[in-house]
Nanobody, 124 residues
């Protein structure tokens, strides 16, 4: 099992920044890829960004490319999502997820481990 705990969400004005953290523990060998997903009310849970622990390769959804940056601190088993130039449409619950693959999957069905989520609200 892999345990994931997100933090860092909150309320911010449009154009502002937030940094989300995802602390991983447990069988971290089962978390070769860590992804961030988000779910707005009434919508599907969508891929935002992903990173491979070992090589640091990353992938981003087109909607956040150039504004969000995913990174990791291997020593602390923590993955970060730096979100800049936030827009009201970024408002959602953000989830951290782990998958035992190195192909940076975007499908949430391939991620067996999930955190509890953290709310991000961007006001206009």
């Amino acid at each position: 099992q892999v345990q994931l705990v997100e933090s860092g969400g909150g309320l911010v004005q449009a154009g502002g920044s937030l940094r989300l953290s995802c602390a991983a523990s447990g069988r971290t060998v089962s978390s070769n890829t860590v992804g961030w997903f988000r779910q707005a009310p009434g919508k599907e849970r969508d891929f935002v960004a992903g990173i491979i622990w070992s090589g640091g390769n990353t992938d981003y959804a087109d909607s956040v490319k150039g504004r969000f940056t995913i990174s990791r601190d291997n020593a602390k088993n923590t993955v970060f999502l730096q979100m800049n130039s936030l827009k009201p449409e970024d408002t959602a619950v953000y989830y951290c997820a782990a998958a035992p693959y190195t192909g940076l999957p975007r499908s949430r069905q391939l991620y067996p481990f999930w955190g509890q989520g953290t709310q991000v609200t961007v006001s206009s």
